[in-house]
């Protein structure tokens, strides 16, 4: 795998908006399946409340009989 992994150079998709917050979204495919051979949905939401920012990280395995296994290096920059 790559240092930085393939998730900074994949589009995630926009699942969910409000007034406070984004949701994105980013699947398996075959380019992701190169460097990381799971099954996998990652969804990534970020939350303003007043002056502060949250970030949460969701990952769903969709095979039903294979682990998943997995990191999240998140370091966001603004």
Known sequence: MNFHSFGWKSDF????KTATSLTFELLSSENS???YPFEFKLQIEY???GNSLDVNYFV???AEKEDLYFSIGGHPAF
């Open 13 to 16: 998709n926009l699942v969910k």
């Open 33 to 35: 399946r190169k460097q």
């Open 47 to 49: 939350v303003i409340h």
């Open 60 to 62: 769903e395995n969709p």
